[in-house]
C-alpha cells in the first residue's frame, strides 16, 4: 500500500458492482442461463463470483472456456445483457453494512456517488431498485464518457458535477482498474475486500492507500 495523509473527505466516489452491490448470483444465474441454451454445464457459485466485475464479456469467457471465441459472442453478449435486464435484482442486494454506512455519510453531510463500468442502460435501471440511490448525487455510466476506467476521466467528472475536489475525494472499489483510476485522479484509494478483487496482482500490490474488510470502516475512519 501507498503511504499518504489521510484527511477527512469533502465525498466519496464507490465503485458499484462488488463494491456497493453484491450483484454476482445476478450475474451469475444470467451466464449459466446463456450456457442452458447451449446445452453446456453451468459455472458453479464459487466460480463466477470473483469473475463478476468483469463484465458480460469476462463471463462469457468463463463459461465457454478456452474455445470461447469460436462461438458468436456478440450475439450471445446480447442474450445475455437481455436477460440480465430483465432480472437484475433478483438476488441483489448490498454488501452488509453497506445501506448503515450510506446512511452515516448523509447524516455527517459527506457527498457520495457511484462511478461504474457497468453500461448505463443497466446502471440506470438497477439504481431504481434501491432507494438509497435517490442519496447519490451522481451515478458515472461506463458509457457517460468516450473513456472508462482505468482512466481517471469518469471520477474527475464526477467531482466536477460534485464541485469537490479530487484530492479531497476517497474512491472505493475492489477491482485493479479501480484503484488505478483513484490514484491516477490523486485520490485516496480504498480496497473494497469484500468484493469480486480477483486479478493477477494480490491486493497487497495494487498501490491503493487502505485496504478495508467491511464497509463500517469507511465511518471509523472518518470518525
Not at 122 to 129: F, P, R, S
Not at 165 to 180: L, M, N, S
Not at 190 to 196: H, V
Request: with cysteine.
Amino acid at each position: 500500500m501507498r503511504a499518504k495523509t489521510l484527511t477527512k473527505p469533502q465525498g466519496i466516489l464507490f465503485d458499484l458492482d462488488g463494491t456497493v452491490l453484491d450483484t454476482a448470483k445476478d450475474l451469475g444465474e444470467t451466464l449459466n442461463y446463456v450456457l442452458s441454451t447451449l446445452d453446456m454445464p453451468s459455472v458453479p457459485y464459487d466460480q463466477y463470483r470473483p469473475v463478476a466485475s468483469h463484465g458480460a464479456l469476462g463471463l462469457l469467457k468463463l463459461g465457454l472456456g478456452e474455445n470461447w471465441q469460436s462461438y458468436e459472442v456478440e450475439k450471445l453478449r446480447g442474450i445475455f445483457l437481455d436477460y440480465y435486464l430483465n432480472n437484475i435484482s433478483t438476488h441483489t442486494d448490498f454488501f452488509a453494512g453497506m445501506a448503515d454506512t450510506l446512511e452515516m455519510l448523509n447524516q455527517q453531510n459527506i457527498l457520495w456517488g457511484v462511478v461504474t463500468n457497468k453500461p448505463a442502460f443497466l446502471t440506470e435501471v438497477l439504481l431504481t431498485k434501491y432507494p438509497e440511490f435517490k442519496h447519490s448525487k451522481i451515478n458515472v455510466s461506463g458509457d457517460t464518457l468516450k473513456v472508462r476506467k482505468p482512466d481517471p476521466q469518469p471520477l474527475f467528472h464526477a467531482c466536477k458535477h460534485m464541485q469537490i475536489d479530487p484530492q479531497q475525494t476517497w474512491y472505493v472499489g475492489d477491482a485493479f482498474r479501480d484503484i488505478e483510476a483513484g490514484n491516477r485522479a490523486g485520490m485516496q484509494t480504498f480496497i473494497a475486500n469484500w468484493g469480486y478483487t480477483q486479478d493477477e496482482l494480490p491486493v497487497e500490490e495494487w498501490q491503493a492507500d487502505f485496504i478495508i474488510e467491511q464497509p463500517s470502516e469507511l465511518v471509523s475512519i472518518i470518525k
